[in-house]
């Protein structure tokens, strides 16, 4: 009789770890792209919290931004009425569109009941602003916005806020040249 240990199929694996399964990667999104980014408002804000909302766009907008025509730089959002809008975004016109679209018209966004009530509360009692960070196509090819409640920063804020990404530059050039 051959005992349990004895069997082959009962051998533990070796312990090497180049021997052992590695987990599989992730796929890479086919669909993301990123549409517009607003650089510019991390620097001139203090990003508190963002959130991911939907828009309301017609046809020859979306053709628009499958083209990469567009610009969230200026705008803001807002709570008027009980929806949320974006204002002042730029959206190029498509030349091949039957019926074109406004450029800088202003464009309802989607958000939750619970979601609309936190930003109105954020905005109208914290004095906090709506901006948009980034505006991207989803792993589902939608268009998608990522909108950020935040504060106005002051001039030195800002200087600081320079000041800090400068010496990590600086610190990072010793580590690598050893200078």
Known sequence: MIA???????????????????????????NYKVIAENRRARYDFAIEDDLE??????????????????NIADSYASVENGELWL???YIAPYDRAMFSHEERRRRKLLVSRKELARLWNATKREGMTLVPLVMYFNDRGLVKLKIATAKGKKNHDKRETEAKRDWGRQKQRLLKHGD
């Open 4 to 30: 349990k240990w004895q069997m082959p199929h009962l051998v533990p694996p070796p312990a090497i770890a180049y021997l052992c399964a590695t987990m599989a990667k992730k796929p890479e999104n086919k």
């Open 53 to 70: 909302v939907g828009i309301i766009l017609t046809g020859s907008e979306v053709k628009s931004l499958r083209t990469g025509q567009s």
């Open 87 to 89: 204002t002042n975004a």
